[in-house]
């Protein structure tokens, strides 16, 4: 079964403050998603490099969590 490269890696940013790191594979959605949260209505999301496999994406989520102390 071949890898797709549809998800995206991002920062949700409120001002120059990262609030949120993820991945997703609709950047806009994903963002209108995260400004319905309280006090994030003006905050935008950052692409982080290029699109990528699912897989891939999600082991430079938990990285970056465990980098920010917020890994489980």
């Known amino acids: 079964m ?19 790191t993820g991945v ?4 806009e959605r994903r963002e209108a998603e995260h ?3 309280p006090g994030l209505s003006r905050g935008h ?4 490099g290029y699109r ?10 938990r990285e970056q969590l465990k980098r920010r102390g917020l890994a489980t």
Do not use: C, S
């Open 2 to 20: 071949p890898t797709y490269r549809d998800t995206y890696k991002y920062h949700f940013k409120k001002g120059n403050k990262i609030v949120h």
């Open 24 to 27: 997703t594979n609709d950047l």
């Open 35 to 37: 400004r319905q949260e």
């Open 45 to 48: 999301i950052k692409q982080v």
């Open 52 to 61: 990528t496999t699912r897989e891939a994406a999600l082991a430079w989520e």
